[in-house]
C-alpha cells in the first residue's frame, strides 16, 4: 500500500512538472507598427501558435523597433537575444548574403506571381540554405509590395533626383539605384526616417504606402510618385539553435502556423498599400504624381543596368531565372487572355 501511495505521488509529482513546465518563449522583434502587414501576420502568427500549443508556447511582439533597430536586430537573433525576425531581404548584406538583394533590383519583378514564384521556388530555397551557415534558419518570405519615392520636391525625371539625399536600406544595389538616378543615397536604421526628413538630414526616401503612412511619412514629404519601381519583402527568420532544440512536435506547429499566418499576410499586403494611398491622398499633405509611361522607361533606362552591375554579387544564374520565371508567367498570362472569350 505504502509503495503504491509512494508511485501515486510520484506520477502526481512528474504530472504536475509537465503541465507547471516554463512555457517556450518566443520573442519577435519587428521594425515596423502593428498596423502593417508584417504587424498583423506577427500578431496571426502569435495567436495560432498559443492557443494551438495551449500556452505551452509563447510569442511576444515587439513592434516599432521597441527592443532593436534594422541591423542590432539580427545581432541580437544570432547572440538567440529574440528568436524571430521578419528583416526586408534589403539587410540581409551585412550578414554576408548579399544574394538577397536580388529583390532589390529595381524593375527586376514585373508582377507578383513572378515574385512568388522566386520566392518560393528554388531561389527562396537557395536563399534560406545559405542563411543556415550564418546560424538562421528561415521560415517564410513575406510580401510587402512595390515601392514608391517620395522627397520635397517633385520626381518625375531622372534628372530631377540630381544631388537629393535619398535614405536607403542597408543594401548595396539600393546604394547603386539611388547613383544610377544621380542622387545620394544614405543607408539609415528604419525608425530614424520618420526625424532625419522632417529634420532635412535627408531629402527624400523609398517604401510601400503601408510603411510610408504608418510612419507618418507623408506629413513631412511634399511630393510623392507612385513609380513601383522596386520590391520590399521579408525573410522570416529564427535562430537555427533554437530551432533545432525545439521538439519534431513543436516545430511542426510552428511550420504551420506560420504557413497560415504567410497566406494571410500575402492576401493583406495589397490593400494595406491601396488603404495607405488613399489615407495619404485623403491627408492632403502631399502632392501625387503617377509616372508616364515616357517616364517610366527614362527611369529604366537609368536603373536596368544596375542588374548587370550587380551580376557577380547575386549570381548571374539567380538574376537568369527571375528572368525566365518573368517570361513564362508572361507567356502563361498571354494563353489565359487568348482563351477568354471576346467580350460582346
Ligand atoms: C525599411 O527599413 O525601409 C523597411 O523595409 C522596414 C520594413 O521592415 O518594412
Redesign the pocket.
Known amino acids: 500500500m505504502k509503495k503504491i501511495n509512494v508511485l501515486l505521488g510520484m506520477l502526481l509529482l512528474s504530472v504536475s512538472a509537465v503541465s507547471l513546465a516554463d512555457p517556450v518563449i518566443m520573442k519577435f522583434s519587428?521594425?515596423?507598427a502593428p498596423d502593417?502587414p508584417?504587424g498583423k501576420a506577427a500578431e496571426k502568427f502569435k495567436q495560432m501558435v498559443e492557443e494551438r500549443s495551449k500556452g505551452a508556447m509563447k510569442v511576444e511582439v515587439y513592434p516599432n523597433s521597441q527592443l532593436y533597430k534594422?541591423r542590432e536586430e539580427l545581432e541580437a537573433l544570432q547572440l538567440g537575444a529574440v528568436q524571430l525576425l521578419?528583416?526586408?531581404m534589403?539587410?540581409f548584406g551585412p550578414l554576408g548574403a548579399r544574394e538577397f538583394e536580388l529583390f532589390d533590383l529595381p524593375f527586376m519583378f514585373p508582377n507578383k506571381e513572378t515574385l512568388y514564384r522566386a520566392m518560393d521556388g528554388a531561389i527562396g530555397k537557395r536563399l534560406f540554405t545559405k542563411l543556415e551557415t550564418k546560424g538562421i534558419t528561415g521560415l517564410a518570405y513575406w510580401d510587402?509590395g512595390f515601392k514608391q519615392m517620395s522627397a520635397n520636391k517633385p520626381m518625375h525625371k531622372v534628372a530631377d533626383f540630381n544631388g537629393l539625399k535619398m535614405r536607403i536600406?542597408s543594401s548595396k544595389v539600393l546604394d547603386a539605384q539611388m547613383k544610377a538616378l544621380g542622387a545620394m543615397p544614405q543607408v539609415m536604421?528604419?525608425s530614424e526616417?520618420y526625424t532625419a526628413l522632417q529634420q532635412g538630414v535627408v531629402d527624400g526616401?523609398e517604401?510601400p504606402m503601408s510603411?510610408m503612412y504608418t510612419q507618418k511619412m507623408h506629413e513631412v514629404q511634399k511630393h510623392l510618385t507612385l513609380s513601383d519601381h522596386g520590391y520590399?519583402g521579408?525573410a522570416v527568420i529564427t535562430n537555427k539553435k533554437f530551432w533545432d532544440g525545439l521538439t519534431e512536435e513543436q516545430r511542426k506547429l510552428i511550420a504551420q502556423a506560420m504557413k497560415e499566418a504567410t497566406v494571410y499576410e500575402r492576401s493583406i499586403a495589397q490593400q494595406e498599400n491601396d488603404d495607405s494611398l488613399a489615407k495619404v491622398r485623403a491627408a492632403k499633405t502631399t502632392e501625387i504624381y503617377t509616372l508616364s509611361d515616357a517616364e517610366r522607361a527614362e527611369w529604366m533606362k537609368a536603373l536596368v543596368p544596375v542588374h548587370k552591375e550587380f551580376e557577380s554579387v547575386i549570381g548571374k544564374e539567380n538574376i537568369q531565372e527571375v528572368y525566365d520565371i518573368a517570361a513564362q508567367v508572361a507567356k502563361e498570362t498571354a494563353a489565359a487572355a487568348k482563351k477568354k472569350p471576346a467580350k460582346k
Open positions: 519587428h521594425v515596423v502593417t508584417k534594422d521578419a528583416p526586408s534589403a539587410k510587402n536600406q536604421a528604419f526616417v526616401t517604401n510603411n520590399l521579408y
